[in-house]
């Protein structure tokens, strides 16, 4: 219900320090997985994806692993920054988009 | 700015009003997707078009919302007799359609129904 969604999951890190969100996903058939920026009062903005054949990309500053064995993907920031808090989705797709529940970052100054 | 373009950016309502959502999606993208979120939810799949055609529907769609894609551009959602329930964000997201390309999305039509 509505009380139950309002329960992020939150990672407070210190500004310079890297940050690591978790994301479990549940279909062994999903091929392709992409995580998201939500900013409040925003629409998810597209930050790095990753194809099943890959267990490692890195984009600027992010690094995504994936490791489908137990099915569990991680989003990797670097230097994390005051910029980058927000809240992190991971989804997963076969036939369709599947987003997680999410993880708010909140970058400590 | 080319992203896709969601109006109006907020709408309150009084429950039993219909309502009208537009979606502008990134010009050449033939893949058209409505999303419904709640606060501290990631976004729930409602509907998605290919060009003009509707493929799939969510059971969250109930009868009193349709959407469409007349030309195969943008797209409106239409919430009939709303509900204090269908409060909530609806995003557009649109992707060029080719195997896992990934969805962008806009910042949503905030709705309030009171």
């Known amino acids: 219900g509505e009380s139950v969604g309002l329960h992020l999951p939150t990672l407070s890190v210190q500004e310079g320090d890297n940050s690591i969100i978790n994301c479990a996903y549940s279909n062994s058939a999903s091929d392709y997985f992409i995580w998201y920026k939500q900013e409040s009062g925003k629409g998810p903005q597209f930050i790095i994806d990753?194809?099943?054949?890959?267990d490692k990309r890195q984009g600027q500053r992010v690094t995504v692993l994936l490791n489908k064995t137990v099915k569990h993907l991680s989003l990797q920031i670097a230097a994390t920054q005051p910029g980058d808090s927000a809240v992190y989705f991971c989804?997963?797709?076969?036939?369709?988009?599947?987003f997680g529940t999410g993880t708010k970052l909140q970058v400590i100054p | 700015d080319t992203g896709v373009s969601q109006n109006p950016r907020h709408k309150i309502t009084k429950r039993g009003q219909n309502v009208t959502f537009r979606c502008d999606p990134i010009?050449?993208?033939?893949?058209l997707y409505w999303y419904r979120q709640t606060l501290g939810q990631g976004p729930e799949f409602l509907t998605y078009f290919q060009n003009e055609a509707q493929l799939e529907k969510s059971r969250l769609l109930s009868d009193r919302f349709s959407a469409e894609r007349p030309k195969g551009s943008f797209s409106t959602l239409e919430i009939q007799r709303t509900e204090q329930g269908d409060s909530a964000m609806y995003l557009c997201?649109?992707?060029?359609?080719?195997?896992?390309?990934?969805?962008?999305f806009g910042n949503g039509t905030r709705l309030t129904v009171t």
């Open positions: 997201a649109s992707s060029s359609g080719t195997d896992n390309s990934p969805l962008h």
């Open positions: 989804a997963e797709i076969y036939q369709k988009v599947t």
């Open positions: 010009s050449e993208h033939n893949r």
């Open positions: 990753i194809r099943s054949n890959m």
